[in-house]
Structure formats: structure tokens, C-alpha cells
DNA sequence: CTGAAAGCGCTAACAG
DNA sequence: CTGTTAGCGCTTTCAG
């Protein structure tokens, strides 16, 4: 068996206490004890019992990120760099963190259920059951990359809003006039702060925009690509298209190409989420860099200020950027 | 406060070992006992604590999931999906799973040492000293994408052999006589099999092949591309060049392109690990199909065997297999 | 600064 | 099939 606490105990010559005590908060004990317990520990192999301690102490230290998207799990580039970062952070902080997907919802809720998890973010399209049930259990909850408008629940978001303009204007900036924007199933939230911010910027270009300059896909390549084959067969077709992330870009890239067409000189492609695709493709990517490694870290923070009863911002939006590249 | 077993047992009046028999194998216990505890339970919205039963049953169903190569995280794809597949089935198989990274290999030890995990997959370049530390501590060990002769443990591995076999074979039936690889920082293992391949099979085919055909770089697309440009500004450049994966070949076939190469006529690109990256790039990637999902389940199907005391093969080899595609 | 002792919520013999 | 009871290893008052 592994030494326990009692062991440690009864060779270093002082109470349970008083080794627990060494452990958890050393400063608290006199230097020359603490010395006695370490030495005792080390003879003994002993290293504190997380799970009694939790026991003991009715608490976990442990939460869970929760990836909500259909489809999406950490294969999912844009989600893998969120849950990396979350990986970090939550280690830096002395949490243990749980990772689940959509496709385990039952699962995850039954871990949280058994008074194992503290907090959740959740990411993505969080359900509005799924937040209240966690609410009602007093697990503290917190939204990334998404908001829920109406619940009292802190979330982090990147600017879609900021990162589509910034995007538009170098493409208007570029002599283009006629832009499409090809969208994968975003969430609502996102598709309307990104569509709001492309209609704004082109009105404001005097160029009038609306639904017909929007192709929808799913989230693959060769979705993108025939959606893009078909608004470039049109024959006003644009000069540049934006797509809803850098997979679907590259379905656009691929289609352009195979149509004949040069890019950028005949077609700028414009993707979002900066992600490794935009540098394998040639030629490479532009694209709106999402900083999923902020948006991971300051998640994990506003957990633990909801944990400890600390304020917390109710959103926080984090800046985006445009990495220009040979595509546009 | 939560509702305990306490309040259960009293509610329904039975006593706490019926209540916990009820939770845990509800086949002990009469069908009406069953049903008295269940509606106790419903009302008091009582669940049970997943602490408090580990401390009890001294076992925790916990596993880890640690990848030990450098910079290889989740952002890996190739990791991402073993990892992925990792989870899957440890959420069947009821086990709770942590997952880790080299970059944390601290924090990884301690999470074991506090005795919260009773077994661990440590996929790629696992060290000698991290496994029998594990071992030493009584957890058990599987190997993921990795072997160490000389330690007792089970491995999980994909038929890289094969794999590259499969590789070579195709593009000598296309007619390629000089064919180059350019290999990432693969481990010893897996290089060494795949080198012995390569040179088995040209061999076969009467084809001298030596270290000249092989070239170095850094997992980047970059670093491919530039040792791609070396070796097709030699006079008697190659018509074939294997990557050690797809980025590499991504790497490769941006190189090729910029030199104004057609592929695959000029040049035939093939990778390895089958990722989404194929998909992305123009023209389409051939690559050998390495089945992550399986190597995967098959860990953990490994490390539930070791925890059950059952046997388990040394080492599994999983079927590798080539996908064509245009770009060979 | 340190010790004694009462739990934390559940399980697992052992009896009945 | 069900109840009694003794822990699991640690933390945390409360005294001293």
C-alpha cells in the first residue's frame, strides 16, 4: 500500500494535522517541523491522496470545457487551439480539466452531475437546457465563442464583427467592388455580427449588398468548392469572396484554380481563423486571425473569478486581426 | 447541501448499503426495494458523488492520455485523432480520461502520483525513465504510435512498414525509378521502419537507394518546402518524393509548383497520415491512410486488459492502407 | 504553532 | 435480499 498521511505522521513524529498542513499551506507550520515532515515523506514515498483530500475538502479544483458544436471536436482546428490553451491555463491555475464533445452531452452532464466539476466552459453553441441544468446545480458556467443574450453567464468572444471589417476594407482597398461571402453553418451569433459587418462596410463603400452576395456550404472542402464553382459561373461573378473559415477558403482556392482562374490577380480569397491550412495551400491564405489562445485563457479566468465569487466581465470581446497573404 | 446516500436511505428506508447496491448493480436488490430508492432519489434529487465512492472502492476508473513528443499537442492532427478516439472509447468503457501534453510532463507525474489515475497511454517518444516511474508506481503503461524493446508494456502501432511498402510499390508501378523521401523528425522507431522499407522494396526492384535519397527537415511546411527546393535543383532531381507526413508533403508540393512543376506530372507528391490537409491542397494528396481511430481504441482496449489483470498482446500492428489521389 | 477528533459520502465485508 | 459497521485519507474546527 502507499504511504498515507498516518505514516508520515508517526515517523516525522507529529499529528495528521500538522503534515496536512505541511502540505497544503507550508508556510504555516515552523520551518524546522516542516523539515521533519518532508524528510518523512520522502522516506515514505508519500505524496498526498488527491481524491481524499476532495473528500475531505468538498471540493474538486476540477472543471470542463465542453465543445457544443455539432461535428466539432477537437479535430476541429479552431477548437483544438481553444482547448489547448484551456489546457494550460487550467494547468497553471492548479485545475484539473475534463474535455468533452457534443456527441457525449449525456456523459458530460453525468460527470458534472457527480459533484466532480466546478465549472464548465462550454464551447460553441451552448443549448439553453444545457446551461440552466448546470446553473441549477450551482456548477458556474461560462461561454466561449458564443453569447446567450438573456442569461446571467460571462462569455469570451472573439470580433467577428471588428475581423469581417477589417477584412472587407482590405478588399475594398484592393480595387474590389463586387464581394461574395461564402458561409459554412456558423452560429447565428456569428453569422449575424459577421453579415452585419460586411453589409455596413460596403454601404458605407457606397456599394450595395445584400443576400445575393452570400453562398451557404457545409463545413468541407468540397462543399465550399461547388458553392464556389456555382457564384463564379455566374456571369457578373465576383472578384473576391470571403470565406466563413479557412476550409472553406480553401474549397474556394481549389475551385478557382481548377476553373482556370488566377488568384489573386483573377480572384482574391479572403478565409478566417488564421489557421495552419492558410500556409499549406498555394498560394497561401489570406486571412482574419481569431486569437483562440486569449480566448481559451481569459475563459478559464472568468471561470475561476466566478468560482471565487469575484466579478467578471458579462462579455469579453477579443480584438481580431487580418494576416494578409498571396491570395487577395 | 446535496442530497447523501443518508437522506436516500432514510427517505425510501432502507438502509445506505441498499441505497448504494441500488446505484452501483441494481440487479442486487428486489424490484420493489429498487423502486422505493429510485423515487427517494428523484425527489431529493439525489445523485451519487464520484469522490466519495473513489475514496471509498480505493479506485478511480481514471486514465490518462499523454503525448510525449515535442510540440506535438493536440493541435496535432495526427494526435488530435488518437487522442479523439481515445476519449470516445474511454467514455464508453465508463473510465473518466486526462489528457496531457509533453510541455507538461510535471504536472502529467503529479496528476499520477496523487493517485488519481490508475493508467496511462503515452503516445509517441515516450521516455525510459517516464515509464518506469509509472511502473514503479504501480500504474499501468501503454504504448500509442511507439515501441521500447527491453520494457514490459504493450504497444499499439501502425504497420509503418507497410505502410511505406505501399507507398513505394505505387510509385514504381507509375514508373518512378528515382524516388527521394524527406523525412520529419520522425522517431527512431518509426523512421528506421519506414527507412528499411524504402530500401527493401527498391532494392526488390533492382534500384540502388541510399542515404543520398533522403532528405531532413523540421515538421514545418516551410522547412519541407525548402529542403524540397534542394533536392529538385539537383540535376538528376527525383520524380517521386515521399514526406514523413502530409504537411511535409504539403511542403514539397508548394515547392514543386513555385518551380514551376507540374504534379503530378513532373513530380509526384506522396504523404503520409491521410489528414485533412489532402483534402485542402491542389492537387488532391495521395498519402498512407494511418488509422488513428483504431490505434486508439486499441490502447485503450490495452490498458482496460492490463487493468483487469487479463492478458494483452506485446505489440499490435494496425493495417496501414494507401489512399490515391491525384497528386502521384 | 500544534494536536485531538469529528467528519466528508460511499462501499464492502460480514451477518442475518 | 438487506442491514450493520468499520473504514477510505485527508481537512478543519477548536483547544491548548
New binding site residues.
Given amino acids: 500500500?502507499?504511504a498515507?498521511?498516518?505514516d508520515v505522521s508517526r515517523l516525522s513524529?507529529?499529528?495528521?494535522?500538522?503534515?496536512?498542513?505541511t502540505?497544503?499551506d507550508p508556510g504555516?507550520?515552523?520551518e524546522?517541523?516542516?523539515r521533519k515532515v518532508f524528510e518523512a515523506a520522502e522516506i515514505l514515498h508519500?505524496s498526498?491522496?488527491a481524491i481524499?483530500?476532495a473528500?475531505?475538502?468538498?471540493r474538486t479544483d476540477k472543471i470542463a470545457f465542453l465543445i457544443c458544436k455539432k461535428d466539432a471536436t477537437i479535430l476541429d482546428e479552431f477548437y483544438a487551439r481553444i482547448c489547448e490553451s484551456i489546457m494550460r491555463r487550467a494547468i497553471q491555475s492548479d485545475r484539473q480539466l475534463v474535455i468533452s464533445t457534443a456527441a457525449d452531452w449525456a456523459q458530460a452532464a453525468s460527470t458534472a452531475q457527480n459533484k466532480q466539476v466546478e465549472g464548465v466552459i462550454l464551447g460553441g453553441s451552448a443549448q439553453a437546457d444545457m446551461v440552466s441544468e448546470f446553473q441549477s446545480k450551482n456548477i458556474a458556467v461560462v461561454l466561449v465563442n458564443h453569447r446567450m443574450p438573456g442569461f446571467d453567464l460571462p462569455c469570451v468572444v472573439s470580433d467577428e464583427y471588428g475581423g469581417m471589417c477589417l477584412a472587407v476594407e482590405h478588399l475594398l482597398r484592393r480595387g474590389h467592388r463586387s464581394i461574395a461571402m461564402i458561409a459554412g453553418r456558423l452560429s447565428p451569433y456569428i453569422a449575424g455580427e459577421r453579415y452585419n459587418a460586411f453589409l455596413r462596410v460596403m454601404r458605407e463603400h457606397g456599394i450595395e449588398a445584400g443576400a445575393g452576395h452570400i453562398g451557404m456550404c457545409d463545413p468541407t472542402v468540397e462543399s465550399a468548392a461547388s458553392a464556389a464553382r456555382e457564384l463564379l459561373s455566374r456571369e457578373n461573378r465576383p472578384t473576391a469572396i470571403l470565406g466563413g473559415n479557412d476550409v472553406i477558403a480553401a474549397g474556394v482556392l481549389k475551385a478557382a484554380l481548377r476553373l482556370g482562374l488566377r488568384v489573386p490577380e483573377d480572384l482574391a480569397v479572403v478565409g478566417f481563423d488564421d489557421s495552419t491550412i492558410c500556409g499549406m495551400v498555394e498560394p497561401e491564405l489570406t486571412s482574419v486571425h481569431i486569437d483562440c489562445r486569449r480566448i481559451g485563457e481569459l475563459g478559464v479566468d472568468c471561470l475561476h473569478a466566478l468560482l471565487n465569487g469575484e466579478e467578471c466581465p458579462p462579455v469579453t470581446v477579443v480584438p481580431a486581426a487580418l494576416r494578409v497573404r498571396r491570395s487577395s
Same sequence: chains 1, 2.
Avoid: C, E, L
Fill in positions: 500500500m502507499d498515507t498521511i498516518y513524529g507529529v499529528s495528521t494535522a500538522t503534515v496536512s498542513r502540505f497544503s504555516r507550520v515552523r524546522a517541523t516542516r508519500y498526498p491522496n481524499a483530500r473528500m475531505a475538502r468538498q
